[in-house]
């Protein structure tokens, strides 16, 4: 697994951002792909996931109905669409895979492979 995050840049509260994340060692097989992101000074927080088997998806609470997650098979990637963007969306924001599917892998730990992180930043 070799991922690579792209998409985030500078935005105003309430307009929309699509990041995606990229898997270049093409092993989406059967893994759990999570979105999660971190602020200054804060823990790093699970935003979303997709079991890449069989579709499923996951969508943290603080984040549930702005946030779309969904992969995208002809680029081997995952994709987080994230509208209606608030001052308290501003993060890095990482992807993560690991073997498995998504319940219960919400916590940084169960994840062995990352992306490098891809910052958004939300301005009023």
């Known amino acids: 697994v070799q991922l690579q995050a792209s998409g985030g840049g500078l935005v105003q509260a309430g307009d929309s951002l699509g990041l995606s994340c990229v898997d270049y060692?093409?092993?989406?097989?059967?893994?759990?792909i999570s979105w999660f992101r971190q602020a200054p000074g804060k823990e790093r927080e699970w935003v979303s996931c997709?079991?890449?088997?069989?579709?499923?998806?996951y969508i943290g609470r603080s984040v549930k109905g702005r946030l779309t997650i969904s992969g995208d098979t002809a680029k081997n990637a995952v994709d987080l669409q994230m509208n209606s963007l608030k001052l308290e969306d501003t993060a890095v924001y990482y992807c993560?895979?690991?073997?498995?599917?998504?319940?219960?892998?919400?916590?940084?730990?169960?994840?062995?492979?990352w992306g490098q992180g891809t910052q958004v930043t939300v301005s009023s």
């Open positions: 060692g093409r092993t989406f097989s059967a893994y759990a």
């Open positions: 993560a895979a690991e073997v498995g599917a998504c319940p219960g892998f919400i916590d940084p730990r169960d994840y062995g492979s």
């Open positions: 997709l079991s890449s088997h069989d579709g499923m998806t």
